[in-house]
């Protein structure tokens, strides 16, 4: 009963996109949509089978239906039922303030969705036992927005990799994200309860004894899934490994991370990706807008915590975030200040200083986010992936493969299988938020962001990033304010004058484009060319 309702979700599988279609686009979130969800993903599981289990036993009770210790085992349900919805109310009220920025309010609406979105009965099942558990070999540190889903993807095909638990039920951080060191476990971040977002020593055992035994038959071991974080001596180097993985999209970027993992697994293997900041600054105003839907949605009011509204548009956003306010916040955070306030991460440290809008410059400044990880790591742990690699599979998985020698490593069959499909992931979702910056604005943050640029083009040799400051992505930008200008008859004739290959539907590729960076090919690029040459004829 217990292994039932505490079960795994199936590993990761490739796919064109994740289910975060299910949760953060402008899409009815309701209980059946909710129930169809569990129903197709999930199934029955934690305090959901528990409150299943005890309605069985009240018909059964009312029904006159009698058996030996019925009492005992109907007030045992009944305990972790109740266990199972305090943790919940606890939850709803902490995430509300802690990772939605609103203020914490209890509502039956809300309490009835986030019965469904949680995990609570596993979340305390992993707490008690998380001294028996085990660490992760290999960290995903983000940065958010710039195709971490699409890598974990690549990574979850690694043989036996496993990702970390989380507390929420959305598919799309299933074997993904953790989110233990911002906050959302009640703002506990204790080394001692590390452990419990990992497989059990046990489990990792019996799954090693019974993939090696599989292996000795001419058994495929990338059947099994398990999180091994053995030293490399304890393994023969003839037999394969299983690494324990950790996708952590919003470590990159908290300044108290580093420090603290350091301190925890000191030999682990770290991916970060990058992209063009002020790509991840639009990608991640148009995620969180979403969040922010979502949240309304699920009954968590529209009241938001004092200094955490949104702002009215991505520019005010990037201007909060060059504040001197924001600016003492992200000063202020540090592993000292985790220690200062006994492991409880403070309210207006979660999950970013300043809250998700608040930080968006923060969040591109990548030279000084690795300068701070490589202060407690060697170099030669980190793998840096620009957004534009993963367009090339075979380059991305040679990459990894270097990566993590000697802890995991894909066969040749394998490597052909993931290299025949470019996973695009978590793509951003189609939102009703305008987000263009202006060419004057655009101007004024590559300005910016260009020195950053340039010192971390210099740091890893990397002639892509040193091009950002000049991205197609912008000049594309900043030629669509040109070609707006052209009026309604101007607008037809450039369409008249265009190939008619190109009329209809990469129009609408490019004007409907959601910025993720590598989802747009040679054509498009074509048919901007057509538009601008016209463009230019007719002004003329």
């Not at 949760?23 to 129930?35: A, H, I, L, T």
């Not at 490597?415 to 101007?443: I, Y």
């Amino acid at each position: 009963f217990f292994f039932l309702m505490i079960r795994r979700p199936p590993r990761s599988t490739l796919s064109s996109s994740s289910a975060a279609s299910d949760v953060y686009k402008r899409q009815e979130y309701g209980e059946r949509r909710c129930c169809k969800m569990l129903e197709r993903k999930l199934g029955l599981s934690d305090v959901r089978l528990v409150a299943a289990m005890l309605l069985v036993q009240g018909v059964a009770w009312l029904s006159g239906v009698r058996f030996g210790y019925q009492g005992i085992l109907m007030q045992a349900t009944l305990g972790l039922f109740a266990l199972g919805i305090g943790l919940i109310v606890a939850l709803m009220l902490h995430c509300a303030e802690a990772v939605f920025n609103r203020k914490p309010r209890f509502t039956l609406r809300g309490l009835w969705h986030f019965f469904w979105i949680t995990r609570p009965l596993e979340l305390a099942w992993r707490a008690v036992t998380a001294p028996l558990r085990v660490l992760p070999d290999a960290y995903v540190l983000g940065q958010v927005r710039c195709g971490t889903t699409s890598t974990a993807t690549y990574l979850s095909r690694f043989p036996g990799a496993h990702g970390p638990f989380t507390p929420w039920t959305f598919d799309f951080v299933q074997n993904k994200e953790s989110f233990f060191l911002v906050g959302h476990y009640f703002g506990c971040v204790h080394p001692s309860l590390y452990r419990m977002c990992f497989p059990l020593r046990l489990t990792r055992s019996i799954l090693q004894s019974r993939a090696l035994l599989r292996s000795s038959v001419g058994g495929s071991t990338r059947a099994f899934s398990a999180g091994l974080s053995l030293p490399s001596t304890h393994v023969p180097r003839s037999q394969p490994r299983w690494p324990l993985s950790q996708h952590v999209l919003q470590y990159l970027s908290a300044p108290w991370c580093a420090e603290y993992i350091s301190n925890i697994t000191p030999h682990a293997k770290f991916v970060v990706n990058i992209r063009d900041p002020i790509e991840q600054n639009c990608s991640w105003w148009k995620f969180e807008h979403g969040s922010i839907d979502f949240a309304t949605q699920i009954g968590l009011g529209t009241e938001w915590v004092a200094g955490r509204e949104p702002p009215e548009s991505l520019h005010e956003a990037l201007l909060l975030s060059e504040s001197e306010r924001v600016r003492e916040l992200f000063d202020k955070a540090s592993y000292d200040m985790l220690r200062q306030h006994k492991w409880w991460l403070p309210k207006w440290a979660s999950t970013f200083p300043g809250g998700q809008l608040g930080c968006l410059t923060q969040l591109g400044k990548f030279g000084c986010d690795l300068e701070r990880w490589w202060g407690f790591f060697a170099r030669d742990q980190f793998a840096v992936i620009e957004v534009e690699r993963l367009g090339d599979p075979q380059k991305l998985l040679w990459t990894l493969n270097q990566l993590l020698e000697g802890v995991s490593a894909m066969s040749t069959h394998e490597t052909r299988e993931l290299c025949s499909q470019v996973v695009h992931a978590n793509a951003t979702p189609k939102t009703g938020v305008h987000l263009q910056l202006t060419a004057k604005q655009q101007q004024h943050w590559c300005a910016v962001y260009e020195p950053h640029n340039h010192k971390l083009a210099d740091m890893l040799g990397s002639d892509i990033v040193r091009g950002w400051s000049r991205s197609p992505a912008g000049e594309d930008r900043a030629a669509f304010e040109s070609i707006s200008q052209l009026s309604g008859s101007q607008l037809l004739q450039l369409r008249e004058a265009m190939p008619r290959l190109l009329r209809s539907k990469m129009l609408k590729k490019i004007f409907d484009s959601d910025q993720d960076g590598y989802g747009h090919g040679s054509w498009t690029r074509l048919t901007l060319s057509f538009l601008l040459a016209g463009c230019a004829d007719i002004t003329c």
